[in-house]
């Protein structure tokens, strides 16, 4: 049976990685979010009586939480890889990477509702 040590450290390459793919994912999120936002007719006619104003909150929410989760996954990356190379010990660089994402999650699940709540007053009221 082979040893599998792909999980012992949390490399650079793997930092790296991580953050070419959060260019990506913020990327196309900014685009998406800049130009629907600007043409906001798509979120007109929704089925069972959603609002318009529904619809473009929750589109600019889950934009929102996706750019700021993944520059925070960058940073967090980063903070697990000198971890794991100050301490120089095996799997305390995904250990330290596992339980900031936990933590992120779940501050991201208790902000959720109220970011919501700020832009759909917002939007209801601005958009009539």
Known sequence: MQDDTRFANFSWETTRRLGFAVLAIVGTASFLLVTLAFQPGWANGWPMGISKHVVFSVFVTTMLILIISSCCAV???????LVQETTNRQFTGWSTFLVAIVLLCLSISFATPRVFAA???SIKSEWQ
């Not at 940073?75 to 890889?81: D, E, G, Q, R, T």
């Open 119 to 121: 832009i759909h007053a």
């Open 75 to 81: 940073l967090v990356a980063i903070v697990s890889y």
